[in-house]
């Protein structure tokens, strides 16, 4: 499912139109968005946690000539899902 997919059957769901729908959407994915870009994690209960992994440095080697390269550390965005949301995948 993409973001149009997502905009449409919510609106299927909550009979608001497209427009506010997609506004809606893009409200929330901006306010994750920068939630996690500030260092906060983003909980909803029942249904997951967004949050930010710290990566540590590491060697890695080309594929292709087989030279050893320094990866560096970095900053990665996880999504942990939540119990329900889990066993309502797993029926």
């Known amino acids: 499912m993409n973001k149009t ?5 919510i609106v299927k769901k909550t009979e ?5 729908t997609e506004e809606s959407v893009n409200a929330f994915l901006d306010v994750v968005t ?8 983003v909980q909803l209960v029942g249904f997951g946690t967004f949050e930010v992994i710290q990566r540590a440095a590491r060697k890695g ?4 000539t087989g030279e050893e ?13 939540g ?9």
């Open 83 to 91: 119990k329900a949301l889990k066993d309502i995948v797993n029926k």
């Open 34 to 41: 920068e939630a996690l870009a500030g260092g906060d994690k």
């Open 16 to 20: 608001e139109t497209k427009k506010v």
């Open 69 to 81: 390269l320094k990866i560096p550390a970095s900053k990665a965005p996880k999504f942990k899902p």
């Open 61 to 64: 080697k080309n594929p292709q």
């Open 5 to 9: 997919e997502l905009v449409e059957a």
